[in-house]
């Protein structure tokens, strides 16, 4: 009686009295040691472009009777893999490069596509069809308890959690990440610091509006509404706008160039003038030249005045003239009933807008009544009128 063999791995069945003197041997290599290929049998399978039959032979090794198959090499178009039309089960690994696929199908069946490059599956079939757990991809899967990783954890798009749920670093979840469904928060508890590093570092709006710029050995900025206002720089600081504090702190003795006095000049008169109805120049005048574009001048005038009423009341007016340029009013001396012996004082910050000489006047009239400046009746010396320049520096 001859040899048959078996219908899923082809394992011989030697017939009754056959194969005197052998059949040992015939058992071992036909039937043992292709069960030990069957149960853990590797093997490696070539491909790149033309499609490849897995080889099939009864009673000898063959690629198909392999638990353990692995696809290799680079793949210069899509390949088809076609296994025996028999039951069995496989572990198959895709261990090949180049953008195509492998599809696996059953002699005579359906193909369906292998698993992803680098990656392994297992497959059942049935002769007909192909059946897969695809390890890649895992859907809805769900742990109770906890799940403990060696190595590297991929992720093919996103980490999905909910409000509330706590990502956890270090031994003693020193730093956690979290939305507790108000405010996204990031706690550091461990005893070291929470460092952010990077060439540069900004922190932006959820619309993508500048808040903060750090720049390595460069500056740090501070935005308002996307406008740069705070800036540090090799020597200090750079503010944008206006500073205000509701203290300062030291005796200010090391600052430069806050609110500081270039220089002052004055000059006085005490010669009588009497006042029309018109303006018209006073004897007050005194011309500085300013050191920088943007300094101003503070102008004081301290002017002794005679005023007597007549049917009204007395009343003289002043304003200021920055060389030909009318600064508009600045003071005014009156009484009611009677002479008045006053002396007004008025002042006027002024930003010339250049490094030049710019000469400064009063301009005076009266209103009502009799006015003079520095009427003969006045005391010598006491009496003077003067004007003070003083150029400031900010």
């Not at 005045?305 to 340029?325: E, N, P, Q, W």
Request: one cysteine or more.
């Amino acid at each position: 009686m001859a040899s048959t063999y078996t219908s899923r791995i082809r394992l011989e069945k030697q017939g009754d009295g056959e194969n005197p003197n052998s059949w040992g041997l015939i058992l071992n290599q036909n039937v043992i040691d292709l069960i030990d290929e069957a149960i853990s049998g590797y093997e490696v399978v070539s491909v790149s472009s033309v499609a490849v039959s897995l080889t099939t032979i009864n009673g000898a090794t063959d690629q198909a009777r392999n638990f353990g198959l692995s696809f290799a090499g680079e793949l210069t178009a899509d390949v088809t893999v076609t296994f025996p039309a028999q039951e069995k089960i496989y572990f198959v690994n895709n261990a090949t490069s180049g953008a195509f696929n492998i599809f696996l199908k059953p002699f005579g069946g359906t193909a369906v596509t292998a698993t992803g490059q680098g990656t392994s599956t297992i497959i059942a079939t049935d002769g007909s069809t192909i059946n897969q757990v695809a390890f890649e991809e895992v859907n809805n899967l769900t742990i109770t308890t906890s799940l403990a990783v060696s190595g590297e954890t991929t992720l093919a798009s996103h980490l999905n959690m909910g409000d509330g749920d706590i990502i956890k670093l270090g031994d003693s979840a020193d730093l956690t990440i979290q939305h507790d469904g108000s405010n996204s928060v990031i706690t550091d508890s461990g005893t070291g610091s929470l460092l952010l590093r990077g060439e540069d570092v900004a922190i932006q709006s959820d619309d993508g509006q500048s808040m903060a710029t750090f720049t390595k050995d460069g500056a740090t900025t501070l935005f308002y509404d996307d406008s740069a206002k705070l800036a540090t720089n090799t020597g200090g600081v750079t503010v944008t706008g206006i500073v205000s504090a509701t203290s300062f702190a030291g005796d200010g003795t090391t600052l430069s160039n806050v609110g500081k006095t270039v220089q002052v000049l004055q000059s006085n008169q005490a010669s009588a003038l009497g006042l029309g109805t018109s303006y018209a120049t006073t004897n007050l005048s005194q011309a500085i030249t300013t050191s920088s574009a943007t300094n101003k001048v503070l102008v004081q005038f301290n002017v002794y005045t005679d005023t007597r009423s007549d049917a009204t009341v007395g009343k003289a007016v002043f304003k200021l003239y920055r060389d030909a340029t009318d600064l508009g009013y600045i003071g005014s001396a009156a009484c009611d009933g009677g002479r008045l012996h006053t002396m007004v004082s008025m002042q006027y910050l002024d930003t010339p807008g250049s490094a030049a000489t710019h000469t400064y006047t009063l301009y005076a009239k009266k209103e009502n009544g009799s006015v003079d400046l520095h009427d003969s009746d006045m005391i010598a010396e006491a009496s003077k009128s003067f004007i003070t320049c003083t150029e400031l520096t900010y």
